[in-house]
C-alpha cells in the first residue's frame, strides 16, 4: 500500500492509493479527512471527468463540475479551484460534498425540483384544451396548436411541451 499524506491548515490526512483490503483504507479514499486535503477517486471516476471537461457536447454545468473536481484531485485547494474556475469556495464545496456522497451520478444528475415550477397544470389545461378542439371543429376552422394556445391564454411552446407530455391529448395532429 502507498500512502501519501496531505497537509491542511493543523491536520494531517492519510490517503490510500491502491488496493488494500481493509475497510479503513476504502474510507480513506472515499471521503477524506481535512477540507482542504487532495481528493482520492478511482481512475474511471477520473478518465470521466477528463472526458466530460473537453466534451463539446456536454453542457456548461457539467463541464464546471467535471473541471472543480479534477482540480480537486489533482490536489490543488478549494481557493485555487475556485479562483481558476470563477466560482465561489462554497460551489467548490459542494461539488466535493455531492461527488462524496453521490458519486459522480450525484455530480451530472441535477437535483429534482430545479427549474421554474410549470404556472398551469396538465389537468387543468387538457380539459380546456380539448374543448376548445370541439369548439373549433364545430364551427368549421382550422385547429392548430398555436390557436388553442392563443385561445386559452398560455404560449405555444408550453402547449407543444403539454402535448408532448400527454401523448398528443390535446390535438394529436400537427401543431
Given at each position: ?24 483504507a ?36 457539467v463541464?464546471?463540475?467535471?473541471r ?47 427549474g ?5 397544470s ?20 382550422r ?24 401523448s ?8
Amino acid at each position: 500500500m502507498i500512502v501519501e499524506v496531505h497537509e491542511s491548515r493543523d491536520e494531517l490526512t492519510e490517503v490510500a492509493a491502491g488496493a488494500d483490503s481493509s475497510a479503513a483504507a476504502d474510507d480513506r479514499i472515499q471521503r477524506p479527512r481535512a477540507r482542504g486535503s487532495k481528493l482520492a477517486m478511482p481512475a474511471e471516476d477520473l478518465e470521466q471527468l477528463r472526458r466530460h471537461s473537453r466534451s463539446p457536447a456536454s453542457s456548461y454545468r457539467v463541464v464546471l463540475r467535471s473541471r472543480i473536481l479534477l482540480g480537486l484531485a489533482a490536489g490543488q485547494s478549494e481557493r485555487a479551484v475556485a479562483r481558476r474556475e470563477r466560482v465561489t469556495r462554497a460551489t467548490v464545496r459542494r461539488w466535493r460534498q455531492r461527488y462524496l456522497g453521490a458519486g459522480l451520478v450525484g455530480v451530472f444528475r441535477d437535483r429534482a425540483g430545479r427549474g421554474r415550477p410549470p404556472r398551469a397544470s396538465a389537468a387543468l389545461l387538457v380539459p380546456r384544451a380539448q374543448a376548445m378542439v370541439a369548439v373549433l371543429c364545430a364551427r368549421g376552422e382550422r385547429v392548430s396548436l398555436r390557436r388553442i394556445a392563443r385561445a386559452l391564454g398560455v404560449s405555444y411552446p408550453a402547449l407543444q411541451r403539454l402535448n408532448a407530455r400527454t401523448s398528443g391529448a390535446v390535438w394529436p395532429g400537427r401543431g
